[in-house]
């Protein structure tokens, strides 16, 4: 398949990223920093599945991504992850940015909340003094194995730093796993002034979106691919304009939709008959694909056209918990972009 739009061009479009994980973020060289700095080594986990050439087993990248993570220990740590992300994300048009943070993963392991958020702002301030401009928040993605009273504590704790966490996700490796296990959870967070949003990776589960919309009230959706299984759903998205991030590299990486996307998931399709979609890097360094990769791996895949190049930087800021005010600026500049 030939490409037909300039890689440069689609890089450097204005968007904003909506699903990524800070721990999905860590590179090699951050991770070889940080273990010099604490006088310890990479995990073999993560250097044997780096090194494969295989596709990802969910066992073995958990392992590795456990394990990696687990080199974040103080402010500075976290700070250097958010601006070593910001950097990469900066060159690939990312101008505004919603980090999801397994925040229980790390306070389990006795780094506090308060810890991670100063590393965020820190992060953030760093990335300024090197005049990259792009504003990052937080989604506190709740870990689904974990209890509902794990996750309501959480909330709660997370309200203290409402200026800087704008959401509560979740996300989990169990197939299968029910949202309505979180239902009160969610329904706290959004009394508590959070927008929500919740990961759904396995094919065929449409009702668990259903339960996820219509029960937990949830405003965004990750992944979700299943929603093409059910039409009355699927217009009933389009027509309240719910979000849905994509995020092609990774279900290509994980094996998703075995191999051959432009038949497993009628992205264009979804596109143009205005599902609000847009694209993501999800765990950018595990996948080996940032942002813009990802942008160019849909256009190759799909042969699309500037103008839904267009569409989905768009979508990306209309999908953002942002104000009216701020989504009217960011369209601003894609409308300023693709006029050149
Ligand atoms: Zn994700």
């Known amino acids: ?15 904003a990223e909506l699903h990524v994980h800070l721990e999905g973020t860590l590179t090699l060289h ?3 920093v940080l273990a010099k700095k604490h006088s310890t080594v990479v995990p073999k986990a993560y250097e044997e599945l780096m090194g494969s050439e295989e596709k990802f087993e969910l066992d073995k990248f958990f392992a590795a991504y456990y394990e990696a993570q687990s080199l974040l220990r ?17 060159s690939q048009g990312v101008r505004y940015c919603e980090v999801s943070i397994d925040i229980q993963n790390h306070t389990s392991r006795g780094v506090s909340l308060d810890t991670i ?17 792009i504003e990052a928040m937080v989604i506190v993605c709740l870990v ?15 309200a203290k730093f409402r200026d800087l966490i704008v959401a509560i996700g979740l996300a989990t490796s169990e197939v299968g796993l029910p949202i309505k296990k979180f239902e009160r959870a969610f329904l706290m967070s959004k009394e508590l002034g959070f927008k929500t949003c919740a990961h759904f990776w396995d094919n065929g589960a449409s009702a668990n979106i259903k339960d996820g919309l219509h ?37 290509i990486t994980f094996d998703q939709v ?3 996307l432009s038949k497993g998931f009628p992205f264009r399709y979804l596109l143009e008959i205005g599902l609000l979609i847009s694209v993501n890097s999800d765990d950018a360094a595990y996948n080996r694909a940032y942002i813009g990769d990802n942008f160019a791996l849909v256009e190759k895949i799909y042969m699309l ?14 999908s953002a918990f942002i104000s009216e005010k701020a989504k009217k600026k960011y369209l601003g500049l894609v409308n300023d972009y693709f006029a050149q």
């Open 1 to 15: 398949m030939q490409s037909s739009i300039e890689h440069h061009f689609i890089h450097l479009a204005p968007k």
């Open 30 to 32: 951050l991770l070889q």
């Open 74 to 90: 103080d402010e500075l740590d976290f700070a250097e992850a958010l601006y070593s992300y910001l950097k990469i994300a900066s």
């Open 117 to 133: 958020m100063q590393g965020m702002k820190l992060g953030q301030q760093m990335a300024q003094k090197d005049g990259i401009e």
């Open 144 to 158: 689904g194995e974990k209890t509902e009273e794990e996750a309501l504590k959480t909330i709660e704790e997370a």
């Open 215 to 251: 029960c937990c009230k949830l405003e965004r959706i990750d992944h979700g691919m299943s929603i093409f299984d059910d039409s009355k759903l699927l217009g009933e998205c389009i027509g309240n304009q719910i979000p849905f991030t994509f995020c092609p590299q990774s279900l």
């Open 258 to 260: 075995k191999l051959d």
């Open 305 to 318: 056209e500037k103008s839904h190049i267009k569409k989905l930087c768009e979508n990306s800021f209309k």
